[in-house]
């Protein structure tokens, strides 16, 4: 019993001893030992050292070694790559350096972290004109196809030569997004994605329809690029602004086109003094020739911009026409004969000139009372009245000074100022006025001087 009480009375004792010996006999570390607590209990949330990614200055992550924190990162680039089909670049080193790490293994959580701070884009294929970028695609190959799908658009089938106007080159790019278009969007961005402003001066009577009409657009959408438009109250010579889509990039086509033509006939005039002033003869009949041309035409995004032959083989010449063309001078020639018209049926019976003594100033044609009297050649009457020893006269202006007097009438069917043709009954023969029987005198005064009729009729 006091054996066991003893042990009891020992033991208590030597656990009174350890007691004093730490917490009575050494007082400074009481407050050491109550100072760790809280960072014991801080330390706790640390498992134990780890391996830190460092991206720039910052801690993006802490895995739980070295090869485990490389590991999480190629894992990430690597999911990049397969989820774009792009290689993926990061913008910055990545740096690893040992660290406390928090108590997680969670890879997802790490990776989640990796993505928030972590800088990088993807490889792309730019395609590029005139040195800028206008287009990033997957790679070269659906480059290449972006390319030739924008020739073949103006290429006609293939059969006509494309190029761009602009320098257009493929090359390696970087992109931010991993969303690229593919051929068919990019085609259609390069071909109607850019936007040209031209204007439009409004003319007279112009409505806005009718603008809008006229450029091929929507009304709404002018009055979309014209916000300041009033639609009744348009101004000539305002200016509304056409916007439309534009290519980002245009086509030169250029191709040969040959075809036959004619080839026009000259007239050439020769002189020949036989016939009368303003008459013609064709000589020669003209005949058109044939050529074979080729044209070297150029196209700009399909509208022809020009047009230049450049090859020219004759099949046939051209036979001119040779006109001959008269110089003698007689009067009237606008009849066309070129000569006055008898202006009654019967033969000349006393001439022009001298006649016993006194000068004739015409001539004498045979006709009955009655014989119908025509128009020497077209021409304006001037008189059909009574003149002294002439009796009843007609006398009628061709024009170019010539003027034809028919005397001694029995009835005139014109009257002053009419307009006649050529060969039209003008009146009756007679012997009225200074007259021995009926006939006709006949006159021709050419400015003002009688000259002698036989010459022209
Ligand atoms: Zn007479």
Redesign the pocket.
């Known amino acids: 019993m006091s054996k066991v009480t003893g042990w009891l009375t020992k033991k208590s004792s030597s656990s009174m001893a350890l007691g004093r010996t730490l917490l009575g006999s050494r007082p400074g570390l009481k407050i050491v030992l109550l100072l760790l607590v809280p960072v014991a209990a801080v330390l706790a949330m640390f498992s134990q050292a780890g391996c830190a990614i460092v991206v720039g200055q910052e801690i993006v992550a802490v895995a739980s070694d070295r090869g485990d924190a490389e590991a999480i990162v190629q894992d990430y680039i690597t999911w990049l790559e397969q989820n774009s089909e792009l290689p993926v670049s990061i913008n910055e080193e990545i740096k690893y350096r040992a660290a406390w790490r928090l108590q997680t293994d969670n890879r997802a959580e790490i990776r989640r972290q990796l993505a928030q701070k972590l800088d990088y884009h993807f490889g792309a294929t730019g395609i590029y004109v005139d040195g800028n970028l206008v287009a990033s695609v997957k790679d070269k190959v659906t480059g290449d196809q972006v390319i030739n799908k924008l020739l073949a658009v103006y290429s006609n089938g293939g059969q006509w030569d494309v190029d761009f106007k602009q320098n257009v080159e493929i090359k390696p790019t970087q992109v931010v997004a991993d969303k690229l278009m593919d051929v068919e969007e990019t085609v259609e961005y390069f071909r109607f994605g850019g936007k040209g402003v031209r204007t439009y001066q409004v003319k007279n009577g112009d409505t806005l329809w009718d603008i809008a009409s006229a450029v091929q657009l929507p009304v709404d959408e002018l009055v979309l690029s014209n916000p300041e438009l009033q639609p009744d109250t348009l101004q000539v010579g305002q200016e509304i602004k056409i916007s439309r889509t534009t290519p980002l990039v245009d086509v030169i086509t250029t191709y040969t086109d040959t075809h036959q033509e004619e080839i026009l006939y000259r007239v050439q005039e020769k002189v020949d003094d036989n016939l009368f002033l303003g008459e013609r003869k064709v000589v020669q009949s003209g005949k058109p020739g044939q050529r074979e041309v080729e044209y070297q035409v150029t196209l700009e995004n399909g509208m022809e911009i020009n047009k230049e032959e450049f090859k020219e083989k004759i099949i046939e010449e051209p036979v001119h026409q040779i006109v001959a063309k008269g110089t003698r001078k007689l009067l009237a020639f606008r009849g066309g004969s070129g000569r006055l018209a008898y202006p009654t049926g019967g033969g000349i019976v006393?001439p022009f000139g001298s006649r016993w003594g006194r000068s004739?100033?015409?001539?004498?044609i045979a006709a009955n009372h009655g014989s119908p009297i025509v128009a020497a050649e077209a021409g304006t009457v001037i008189s059909a009245d009574y003149q002294g020893g002439y009796g009843l006269c007609v006398d009628i202006n061709h024009g170019g000074g010539v003027v034809t007097r028919y005397?001694?009438l029995s009835s005139s069917a014109v009257k002053s100022g009419q307009s006649v043709e050529r060969g039209q009954f003008v009146g009756r023969a007679g012997s009225t006025g200074n007259?021995t029987g009926p006939?006709l005198?006949?006159e021709v005064i050419v400015n003002g001087v009688h000259k002698n009729p036989s010459l022209f009729i």
């Open positions: 006393s004739h100033l015409g001539v004498d005397a001694h007259s006939h005198h006949f």
